[in-house]
DNA sequence: ACCTAAGCGAGACGGTACGTCTCGTCTTGCG
DNA sequence: CGCAAGACGAGACGTACCGTCTCGCTTAGGT
């Protein structure tokens, strides 16, 4: 928590940024959405609003530059199954959502985009580029034959992330494995090549 | 309008939380969630503050009552065809958010319900009706045989309904018909009975 | 307390009327004059508000009533000495503000008077009663030659008055014994007649 | 009217403290003691209710500092008799009272004073300063030999000021001279030397 | 014996003010 | 020129009372 800290001259501190930018994830863990404020974060890094509004517009640009500094590792498998990839993916996701406070970052993001609609902006271009991201990996499905060739991966991708995003947004992201693969499962066999088979016998055939 | 109203004894006048709640919707519209606040709704209803205090205990519940009130008529068609019925109920839930207020009014509690806890949880209630309720129209289709008999229809109903809430929170409900037509087809297929068929070559073969 | 009290008919109901003084005085007993309002003696008297309101006017006239149903034994005593009696016209009173909820009382009325034109003039009218009232004390002395024959009684009694009111309203009203015998003795010597004598000579010469 | 009236950086606005007391007095002038509110104050200072409550905490204080922007210009003569001097700084305080902001404003501080101890405090400690400073008129007296020796000047001020402040309060300012005169006179010749004296033959003797 | 008139408790109504919070802007003085 | 600091105008928050209104009830007095 960086103390007294100064300027360094006529030119921008990086310090402040930083400190800025981790007090704001810090308030919005422990206060959630509702507690995040540009005062709230002002006075947690020490900062002047000032300060704040130099660098980032407003609410909106902050969270989102909040969310953005999360390192982001979310597994992207390639075990040759695409269900199983999109199982470990959004297990992956679920798992960094609930543990770590990009949820909780994410979550306000998203509704923040719903009143600022430079939030709204930036928010639609992370989830485009996410959707081809994600989509990759039914891609590379489709290359090996496991997907239909007429499939569209990037709506596939679509689909997995709206499944994500909506029991993110609905408090349900300690979903049970069993549920989530089988949500996979009906996504994959949609679009799956292997038209003989009688997948997803839920609960065991003998 | 109702102008000079006034206490009808010592009991609520209906006519003033219909006032209330058409006020809400209006301002909600005119101004966005961004411009909803109970002193917006209070001076636009020419209500008194206290009265909305009264009846709904914050900005969430009102929220909430301004999106029960609207009458909806999503279609739940039955058309024997699973595929067909999804795509009109995602037509058709995508016409009344682009052309009514419902829409605004959605994504409005869907955000709230980011902060708020109270509004957390009538979303979460609401979210599970609708899920029950379009999971009908699966569990319908696996009546008659068309869905695997081990699917869950509720849970089909999530992956239709996350598609429907993400495109509005993203600002994609004026999505196009093709595209709507095949994310409903990769589910269906995904669950169908009819294995032998070679679903959705969306671009057609020749 | 009267429990489940009802009307009696088209007429006023004097239990109501007592029970809603007596919520009166014990609202401004235990609350003050900043927590005395008619919802409170209301809510205190089990009563409605329409009805305090149908029999005083406001506030100010609850307050002036309150008041006034309080049974005033300030002595009026005749010792044929004025000093005396105006000095246990003072104790009394001042005892009675002290030990009473009077002094609560007829401060808040008197501040009530300053905002509220309908208090003022009761006030004033009250007021004016006791100066001529107080001033008999003065006339009785006048009449046994104590009191030179040019004086006004009634402006005596208003000095006498006004040093009671002030040391109320500025939280004096513990004042001791001596101090007010002083005080009442300048204005006694001040209209006596006997010329020759050297009164008050406080600090005692020998 | 300032208008446009921003910060001057990370301290006080002396114009801003300004325009606020200036606008209390016109609210109060204006609307009386009933219609003085912080909001009110603040809609006519064309200033924020947290700048107010930032260096006043509340009414009474808001209230206490008009009163003492008010420059007092009462006159303390010398002309070498007491009765004389008293009777002018009387006329030049109900004068005051009279023809300027002053008399509403002490009135509405002696009844906020009823309810707020601060503002009560304050009275209190305002009105002892006062009544030593008009004591020294009595002194002075006292000190040429026309007062007894034995007088408590203070408490002869005391007899005074309250002669003034129910006048005041209960709207008898505009009190005749003559009368007045003739309550300073029976307060001076209580305490007076002149034991040979027939003072105050009001009426006239023929 | 019925009818009507008024009082009763209750509490909702449109308002206003309260004192607190955050917004985004502005200006200082130090470095 | 960037920085911490914090005051500024603005306005929403949720609460307390204001004085008015209407309800459903009681009861008494006039017919």
Request: no cysteine; aromatic share 8%; glycine share 8%.
């Amino acid at each position: 928590m960086a103390v007294g800290r100064k300027s360094i001259g006529a030119r921008r501190n990086p310090d402040s940024a930083e400190a800025i930018l981790e007090a704001a994830e810090a308030v919005l863990l422990e206060n959630g959405y509702s507690g995040f404020s540009i005062e709230a974060v002002a006075r947690r890094a020490r900062a002047g609003k000032p300060t704040i509004y130099r660098w980032w517009p407003g609410k909106a640009a902050l969270l989102l530059a909040v969310y953005q500094r999360q390192k982001r590792d979310v597994v992207y498998s390639d075990s040759g199954d695409l269900e199983e990839d999109l199982f470990r993916f959004l297990k992956s996701l679920f798992h960094q959502w609930h543990d770590t406070p990009a949820g909780e970052i994410f979550r306000s993001l998203v509704a923040e985009a719903q009143s600022d609609s430079d939030a709204a902006k930036a928010l639609a271009e992370y989830a485009a580029g996410r959707r081809v991201h994600t989509g990759q990996l039914v891609a590379r499905a489709q290359a090996r034959g496991e997907v239909r060739p007429g499939v569209d991966a990037t709506q596939v991708a679509d689909l997995v992330a709206s499944y994500a995003w909506v029991h993110l947004l609905t408090g349900r992201i300690d979903e049970n494995d069993e549920t989530i693969r089988r949500a996979v499962g009906y996504i994959v066999s949609g679009v799956s090549n292997r038209e003989t088979e009688a997948p997803d016998q839920t609960h065991g055939s003998p």
